[in-house]
């Protein structure tokens, strides 16, 4: 079964700072991989997908992520985050009509 | 277009009782999905339905089932309701529910078992 790992599960981050959240996924097949965003109290929203073809993943609201098939890994980064990126990120895979996602990453923006 | 619209919003139920949640896909989508969300296990897999077939289940009990309607609508279903199920309960639409597609998620349904 495929499966997701997230390295982190909170990330405290300063606005306009850089932020990584990484992703480590197993599979022995192609894989499809996704990153979605939860606002509290609310449900998921896709930040962006990687299917084929180009490893630089370009997402809603300024996020990108790289795919990296040697490491198997996935990583989300913004280069400059603001007040309201505040939120959880999950990592997915997508395998047999459902999706197997990480813990989630706590990301909190400080002024 | 309208999104993944997930009825009610919060549920308050007891011990031993019964619900049914409810979820109406985007128009078009034909695939839903069904996940629950707690602190402890985070987000799981439910079920999938397509076109009023059910095509994979996840690791629960048989006290979770659910149904998809010929208007692509789905229902979930919980019998026996135990203070462990008490989760935000989320609801997922596609196209044809492929690897390959994104899924829209609804804002979901936060049960609370007493």
């Known amino acids: 079964a495929q499966s997701v790992t997230q390295l982190d599960s909170q990330v405290p981050v300063f606005e306009e700072a850089p932020v990584e959240l990484r992703c480590n996924y197993s599979?022995?097949?192609?894989?499809?991989l996704f990153w979605y965003v939860q606002y509290p109290n609310q449900g998921l929203q896709l930040l962006l997908k990687?299917?084929?073809?180009?490893?630089l993943v370009k997402g809603i609201n300024g996020f990108e992520a790289e795919f990296n098939k040697s490491q198997t890994s996935f990583h989300l980064r913004k280069p400059s985050v603001h007040i309201s990126d505040t939120a959880e990120y999950f990592c997915?895979?997508?395998?047999?009509?459902?999706?197997?996602f990480g813990a989630g990453t706590t990301v909190t923006v400080r002024a | 277009k309208a999104g993944v619209t997930q009825t009610p919003r919060y549920l308050i139920k007891t011990r031993g009782q019964q619900v049914t949640l409810s979820c109406s896909p985007i128009s078009g989508h034909r695939s839903v999905s069904w996940y629950q969300q707690t602190p402890g296990q985070g987000l799981q897999f439910l079920f999938e339905?397509?076109?009023?077939?059910?095509?994979n289940k996840g690791n629960f009990p048989g006290r979770f089932s659910g149904r998809q309607f010929s208007n692509s609508r789905s229902e979930m279903n919980v019998s026996t309701l135990e203070l462990g199920d008490s989760a935000l309960y989320l609801c997922?639409?596609?196209?044809?529910?492929?690897?390959?597609?994104?899924?829209?998620f609804g804002s979901g349904t936060r049960l609370t078992v007493v």
């Open positions: 997922a639409s596609s196209l044809g529910g492929g690897s390959m597609e994104g899924y829209t």
């Open positions: 990687y299917l084929s073809g180009s490893t």
């Open positions: 339905y397509f076109s009023e077939t059910q095509r």
């Open positions: 997915a895979v997508s395998d047999n009509y459902k999706l197997s």
């Open positions: 599979s022995s097949v192609s894989v499809y």
